[in-house]
């Protein structure tokens, strides 16, 4: 599993022209499920995102994590982050997941920070979304599991 963690003023995804979910302040995860994925590697990377200490304390350093500032998170599958620009010049998508198990991991994925008390928002599996976002640092990371 891939994670780009972007931590967010907000963030937003619409389906068409309608909007599907919407955050305040915390993290926006673009996920990406690889073939051979699990539910254990769902939890753990899911746990890494929640820990990240990503945010600032009194004293401008990374300190805080999105429990710690009671953040919220929106989660985006992006099958994408698992482009394989090796060879040629069309990306190949062989490494991602199928996407009858990438939704289940998905869907894992986010009931591990529900599980944990942060509210947890979702873009629409496997359909074209629209994502908007206010970057506040700007700060993005790259976690892999």
Known sequence: MIAVIQRVR????????????NI???????LGVKRGD????????????????IFEDEQGKFNH?????????LIVSQFTLLADTSRGRRPSFSNA?????????????IDAFTYSGITARSGSFGDRMSVAL???????????E
Not at 13 to 21: L, R
Not at 65 to 73: F, M, Q, R, Y
Not at 134 to 144: K, M, Q, R, S, Y
């Open 97 to 109: 997941e199928e996407p009858k198990l990438a939704e289940v991991l998905y869907g894992s994925f």
């Open 38 to 53: 699990d539910e254990a590697t769902a939890r753990r990377l899911a746990e890494r995102c929640m820990n990240l200490r």
């Open 65 to 73: 994590s999105l429990k710690d500032i009671g953040g919220e998170a």
């Open 134 to 144: 206010v970057n506040e640092g700007p700060v993005t990371i790259i976690l892999e």
């Open 24 to 30: 305040g302040r915390g993290i926006l995860v673009l």
């Open 10 to 21: 907000e963030a937003e995804v619409c389906v068409g022209e309608k909007m599907q979910s």
